[in-house]
């Protein structure tokens, strides 16, 4: 309700959506499911992006994937306080978020000693979406210097053996 207030105070057009998670139920929109539509997500039209308020993993835009790819019932006021409200409702499908939303990549750069018995990597690594969200969080917690270490940890997890000559993050 905050954030509903909120938004109608600033003006922004939403809507208020109802689902569950897919892996317990499917949403279905031919039965009155109150006992298993759980889960309260904001939605908002002009920018065609969702936002789940109790959920602190994921970013405004990122749909956890429990609840993308599954029915959903939204919910949208119209009118105004002076000429009273109308409550509109219709039942549509929240979209899975595009692959390229979320990605992880690696880039290793190898050089060689001259007779190949040593080598020194540059490792740089970029996550993005879904494979960012847990660690994005994390990270808003901690103390730059716990981030740090958290992060640089990440990457002696790719090899135990290594020594790292530099370590920075964004």
């Known amino acids: ?16 959506v109802f689902t569950c998670n897919r892996y ?16 309260d997500l904001l939605y908002f039209p002009k920018a065609d992006v969702f936002l789940i308020p109790a959920d ?3 970013r405004v835009g990122l749909v ?24 509109k409702t219709r039942k549509a499908t929240i979209p899975a978020d595009p692959y390229w939303l979320s990605c992880d990549t690696l880039i290793l750069n190898a050089v060689l000693s001259e007779d190949m018995s040593e080598a020194a990597f540059n490792v740089s690594q970029s996550m993005t ?25 990440m990457v002696k997890n790719l090899n135990a053996n290594q020594e790292l000559d530099h370590f920075e993050y964004e």
């Open 129 to 153: 979406g879904h494979n960012a969200a847990t660690i994005q969080v994390l990270t808003d917690f901690l103390t730059e210097e716990e981030a740090s270490t958290l992060l640089e940890s």
């Open 24 to 39: 317990d139920y499917s949403f279905d929109k031919e039965f009155e499911g109150y006992n298993y539509i759980d889960e």
């Open 64 to 87: 956890p994937a429990y609840y993308s790819n599954n029915g959903a019932l939204f919910i949208r006021k119209d009118g105004s306080p002076e000429k009273g409200w109308d409550v």
């Open 1 to 16: 309700e905050l954030y509903a207030s909120l938004f109608d105070e600033m003006g922004l057009d939403y809507e208020v």
């Open 56 to 58: 602190v993993t994921h």
